[in-house]
């Protein structure tokens, strides 16, 4: 009897331990799914939306970019309106025009375009940079590579595609002999003719719109720098200008522009889609206010000659559907200049 008792003791003891194993391992599981996974609330997320980031489709900028001829067109490109570009970083309502630098016609491997925001002042916000690579000037092409802005992408964010073998019109132009290269004269408020400002859109308007437009992007997306990335010595003139008050969440802010969302966490006004102009008198290009706000006084009385003409420029073509060009990493032994 006493061999039952301390036989159904044990076998008690053992169920128990087995219990509390179990309640401590799905303990420990559910913290390594919450580190991995955390879940946003919306008192963490704030009342924005989505981060900056999600407004300009890094990897889709390939296309256009591909389809180009010039650095001139390639900025008209990214700013057509319902096209590849929806961010609004000061607020106003309105897309921000994006300007293109050019840099780093030095030797016969490496040029470089900057993609940037620009409201005077040297107020500027860099977006990002394209780098063409040649591991020889014989080719026609280029190895290409898109790089975002650690403030509004965060850390390593790469997109790129191989073009050695393509000949590509902006990048045969590119590593044309020139006397000039082309840096942008347009910036907030000044904007080239033909060019009137649009109303931003909702983010998942957006995201619809250029994965409609674009459904295989050509640039591969990819958190680790193509072997390549090393040998590129210039370096954009815009490199490490931002903006300290941008009116949305910012992947990797400065300090400054942290304190700024803290202290302005309200979303900024978006049409709900394209067809949305009930914002139109405030566009910018009419206030010398850096928001583009008219103030609330007799401006509203002024007449319907004050508005920006209605000129857009033309809507470019859309790419052909087919397979996106995969990146090409580049051979051991390739890139060494002769």
Known sequence: MKV???????IAAAFFLAAC?????????NTARGTNNPTFTDETAGDVGGYVNDDFDLQRVGDVLARSKTPQEFETYLNQPDGINNLDLNGD?????????EFGGQDDYERGLS???????????ELGTVNFYRDEPRYPGARVMLTGNDNIYGDNNFYETNWLEKSIGIVSLLFRPRREEYRSPY????YPTGYTPYNAVETPYYRTRVEQMYPQPVFAYTTTAP?????????????????????????KPTTEQAEFFQNNPRKPFRAKDENNDSNDRNRPGKSD???GREKKDNADKKNESDKPK???PDKADKQDKGKGDKPDQGGKNKGKKP
Do not use: H, M, W
Not at 115 to 125: C, E, I, K, P, V
């Open 187 to 190: 910036y907030y408020n000044n």
């Open 115 to 125: 993609l940037f925001t620009n409201y005077g002042q040297d107020r500027r916000q």
């Open 4 to 10: 039952i008792k301390t036989a159904s003791i044990f």
């Open 93 to 101: 309502g309105y897309v921000d025009y994006i300007s293109v630098d």
């Open 310 to 312: 209605d000129g857009k």
């Open 21 to 29: 194993n179990t309640d401590q391992a799905t303990q420990v599981a």
């Open 289 to 291: 206010d850096f928001r």
């Open 227 to 251: 072997v390549y990335y090393s040998r590129i010595k210039i370096e954009s003139p815009n490199n490490g200008l931002d903006l300290g008050q941008i009116y949305g969440k910012l992947r």
